[in-house]
C-alpha cells in the first residue's frame, strides 16, 4: 500500500518532515538532501556560525550581544541560501526558530528575506508568529504544540490577524528530543493528555467549534516516528498528513555534524536516553555521557548556590530569554547550554550535550544515507529495527 502524498502549500510532496535540531546539527547539507527527496528539509537557526570559521573568528574580537546577533544571521542566511542552491528545486525548505531565543524575532525576519519556505516554531507559544511574518504572505507558518489546548488558543489568537496555521506539528513530549513541550519531566513522561490520537482527535472537535475545516490544516506527528510501521499507521489510520523526524536524519551521511557525535546517537543504548531539567526551564531528553552524568551528580548542590549573573554565561550572549545559569533560576539547569551543544556538534563526546529521541533507530547502530532512511521510513524497503 502506497502511503498519502502531502499536499502543502501547493506542493505535493512525500509526507516526510526532518526536524530542526540545534546547534548546527541540522542545516544546509542535510535540509537540502532531505528536501532533493521531495520532502521538508529543516535548518536549526539557533547559533549557526559553529560551521563558519570566519564568523566563528569574529565572535572573539569585542563579543558583545549586537555583534553575535549579526553574525548569527550571516550564518542563517548563508545556510538558507546554500540549501536551497543544493536542493535543486525539489522539496521545500523550512527553518526551525526557537520562541525561547531571545533573538526569535532577528531570525525569523531573516529566514524569510533569506528565501526559506516555512516558519516551523516551538519551544514556547508562537502567539505572535503572524505579526512577524506580515511582509511575507507566501511563507508557510508551522507552529509546533503538544496538545489540544494549546493549538485551541493558537487558532483562537491566530484567526484574529486573518491568518490560520499552514500546517501544525503535533510533538509527542515522551518520545521527541531536546526540550520537551511539557511543565515537569513527570508530565512530559506520563501525561496521557499528549497521546497522539487523543489530541488529534481533540484537535479536529476544536477546528470544528471555530467554524473551521480541518482538511484545510494538515497535522503533522512529531517524536517516535522514525519507525516504518509507525508512519503507515499515522498516516493510514489517525489521519495524520505527515511525520516530522529528528534523531534519524541527525545520524545520516549527510548529518552536518562531526562523524562522532552521529556514532554517539547511534551507539546510545536505551537506558542512556534520558530526561533531565534544561537551562531554559523546560525537560529535555538526551544522552547520559560523560558530562551529563557529572552535571547530574552535581546538580542539587549547583541549584542551590544559584545566583543571578550574566558573566557566568560564557557563550550564550544572544541565547535562550530565560536561562538557569544566567539569571539564577534555582529548579532549572545550571550549566551553558549554547557551549554544551557546540561541544556535541564538534563531536567532543566527554563535553557535549547529546539530544536524542527516546526511541530506537531505523537501522540499529548503522550509519545510512538520507535516501536509504526515507525509502525505509516510505516502506520501500525492509529493515530490522
Not at 87 to 93: F, N, P, Q, V
Not at 138 to 151: C, F, H, K, Q
Not at 243 to 260: K, Y
Not at 326 to 350: P, S, T, Y
Request: proline share 4%; glycine share 8%; net charge positive.
Amino acid at each position: 500500500m502506497d502511503l498519502p502524498l502531502f499536499s502543502f502549500k501547493g506542493k505535493t510532496l512525500l509526507p516526510i518532515v526532518q526536524g530542526g535540531m540545534g546547534v548546527a546539527i541540522s542545516a544546509s547539507k542535510l535540509s537540502s538532501a532531505v528536501a532533493r527527496e521531495n520532502c521538508i528539509g529543516t535548518i536549526a537557526s539557533v547559533d549557526l556560525r559553529h560551521l563558519h570559521p570566519d564568523l566563528l573568528e569574529q565572535s572573539k574580537e569585542n563579543p558583545s550581544e549586537e555583534k553575535y546577533s549579526r553574525l548569527n544571521c550571516i550564518a542563517l542566511d548563508r545556510e538558507i541560501k546554500s540549501a536551497l542552491a543544493m536542493s535543486e528545486g525539489r522539496g521545500m525548505i523550512a527553518v526551525n526558530v526557537m520562541k525561547a531565543v531571545k533573538d526569535h524575532k532577528l531570525h525569523v525576519r531573516q529566514a524569510c528575506e533569506s528565501g526559506a519556505h516555512a516558519i516551523v516554531m516551538g519551544a514556547g507559544l508562537p502567539l505572535d508568529l503572524p505579526e512577524m511574518t506580515e511582509d511575507f504572505p507566501n511563507v508557510a507558518l508551522l507552529p509546533i504544540l503538544s496538545e489540544s489546548r494549546g493549538i485551541g488558543i493558537i487558532l483562537k489568537r491566530w484567526m484574529k490577524k486573518n491568518r490560520l496555521p499552514d500546517a501544525v506539528v503535533i510533538e509527542h513530549p515522551n518520545h521527541a528530543a531536546g526540550h520537551l513541550g511539557a511543565a515537569t519531566i513527570q508530565s512530559a513522561v506520563k501525561d496521557d493528555r499528549f497521546d497522539f490520537v487523543r489530541v488529534l482527535e481533540e484537535t479536529k472537535e476544536v477546528i470544528k467549534k471555530l467554524g473551521l475545516e480541518s482538511e484545510k490544516i494538515p497535522m503533522i506527528l512529531a517524536g517516535g516516528m522514525a519507525n516504518a510501521q509507525k508512519v503507515k499507521t499515522a498516516l493510514c489510520e489517525w489521519g495524520a498528513n505527515a511525520v516530522q523526524i529528528g534523531t534519524a536524519f541527525a545520524v545520516t551521511r549527510e548529518g552536518d555534524a562531526h562523524d562522532n557525535f552521529k556514532r554517539t546517537l547511534l551507539g546510545a543504548a536505551r537506558e542512556q536516553v534520558i530526561e533531565f531539567m534544561s537551562v531554559a526551564g523546560l525537560p529535555a531528553r538526551g544522552i547520559r555521557t560523560k558530562f551529563l552524568d557529572s552535571y547530574l551528580k552535581r546538580e542539587e548542590k549547583l541549584q542551590a548556590n544559584a545566583k543571578a549573573d550574566p558573566a557566568r554565561c560564557t557563550q550564550g550572549i544572544n541565547c535562550l530569554s530565560v536561562c538557569g545559569l544566567r539569571d539564577g533560576l534555582n529548579k532549572v539547569g545550571q550549566f551553558c547550554i549554547d557551549l554544551k551543544l557546540a561541544a556535541a556538534f564538534r563531536g567532543e563526546v566527554d563535553k557535549g550535550l547529546f539530544f536524542r529521541g527516546k526511541d530506537p533507530l531505523p537501522f540499529g547502530d548503522k550509519m545510512k544515507t538520507v535516501k536509504e532512511t526515507i525509502a525505509y521510513l516510505l516502506g520501500k524497503e525492509e529493515v530490522a529495527v
